[in-house]
């Protein structure tokens, strides 16, 4: 099993920063790709960023040149750095988890998910 824990939500004012953590333990064998997804009230989850590694890594349009993903591979950690925060911006922030828990097993893996609200 693998355990997913994020940090860092919060209320933040329009055009403030925020920065989210995210760290996988347990039966890892190794992590493929980690990174976020975002799901607002009334709507589906969806892409935020997620990479292979913090140099190569997929951006949802709304969020490109705004966030900014990066990885701790030693301590099997995503780091999601927002900033100029949008109202729209605000969702709950889930850490996505891709991982080999043996060489030929593979499965996704999910944070309990973190608020985070952008308002004046």
């Known amino acids: 099993q693998v355990q997913v824990v994020e940090s860092g939500g919060g209320l933040v004012q329009p055009g403030g920063s925020l920065r989210l953590s995210c760290a996988a333990s347990?039966?890892?064998?190794?992590?493929?790709?980690m990174g976020w997804f975002r799901q607002a009230p009334g709507k589906q989850r969806e892409l935020v960023a997620v990479?292979?590694?913090?140099?190569?890594?997929n951006y949802a349009d709304s969020v490109r040149g705004r966030f900014t993903i990066s990885r701790d591979n030693a301590k099997n950690t995503v780091y999601l750095q927002m900033n100029s925060l949008k109202p729209e911006d605000t969702a709950v922030y889930y850490c996505?988890?891709?991982?080999?828990?043996?060489?030929?097993?593979?499965?996704?893996?999910w944070g309990q998910g973190t608020q985070v609200t952008v308002s004046s």
């Open positions: 990479g292979i590694n913090s140099d190569n890594a």
């Open positions: 996505h988890v891709d991982v080999y828990t043996s060489i030929n097993t593979r499965n996704i893996y």
């Open positions: 347990g039966n890892i064998f190794r992590i493929f790709a």
